[in-house]
């Protein structure tokens, strides 16, 4: 009998795609979208998520770890402006600071249940392999390497659109995009092996790179709201697969009541 429990509890544990909380977690806060202090109540339950979101939460074994957060690949091409014409592939990516995640405001909006979320990275460091083509800030480049980034105070603001659906009785949120925008206080970055072994140009580079790094933060503009971009969507899509959107919102309406009966149907024959 043991021996069956546990072996279901491992088939569970891996096999755990549907799975989904049940019961209120006492890490987040439940909030009425009705109520007036809404956006106060959310925006410390979002606060309360992303600090859990440290140590694990609790059953969600999809995502292996939020801070350091791996990614395999990211690939971006730009070339929509003189400054800038690149072509960067990142991989093997290790980014750190999402556990120090200042939360500063949390908006849903009743009308389709997306949100805009505000929130600060004090630190936010990125590494990883680089191979890019093109120019930064008018120098032209070729190489590959290794990058890293070292981002202070980073504030973002982040778009999600949600898609509303029921599983078990439950209202959950289906994260279908995150689109972000940020600014930050100050951007150190070093590039190795940029000119394939030219010590010399390298360090200039560097060097100009961090005594302009503005500029570098605005010609990197995409491939780094490219990255945060990715790893939010991850994590979000898993977070509010696992945990119904009922516990963060009580007054949250059903799929239904919200799209309306005939499109709800419709759309569930669709898809
Ligand atoms: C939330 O509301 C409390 C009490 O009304 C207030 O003291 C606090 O400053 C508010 N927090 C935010 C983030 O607005
Ligand atoms: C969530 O949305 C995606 C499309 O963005 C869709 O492929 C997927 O089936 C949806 N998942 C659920 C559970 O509704
Ligand atoms: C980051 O923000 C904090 C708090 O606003 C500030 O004290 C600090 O100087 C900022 N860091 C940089 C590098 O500007």
Known sequence: MCRFILLLFIVKSVYCQDCYLSKPPDFIDECKIQEKNFINCSTKSIQKLFDKLNDGIPGLNS??????????????SQGNSNAINLKVELSNVKIIGFG???VLESIVYPKDFSWKTTFVLPVMKLQGDYNLIGRILLIPLNGRGQVFLDADNMT????SKTRLYEKAGFTF???TNCDVDFKIDGLKSYFSNLFNGNKHLEDSTNKFFNDNWRMLADALYS???QTIEDV???VLKKIFHYIPANFFISDIPTPEELYGKSQFKEKGHTE
């Not at 770890?65 to 971006?76: E, Q, V, Y």
């Open 63 to 76: 995502i292996k770890s939020f801070d350091p957060f791996h990614l395999n690949r990211i690939k971006i």
């Open 223 to 225: 491939v780094i709201t």
């Open 156 to 159: 973002i603001i982040m778009h």
């Open 232 to 234: 939010l969507l991850d």
């Open 100 to 102: 120090r995640t200042n």
């Open 173 to 175: 949120y289906n994260v």
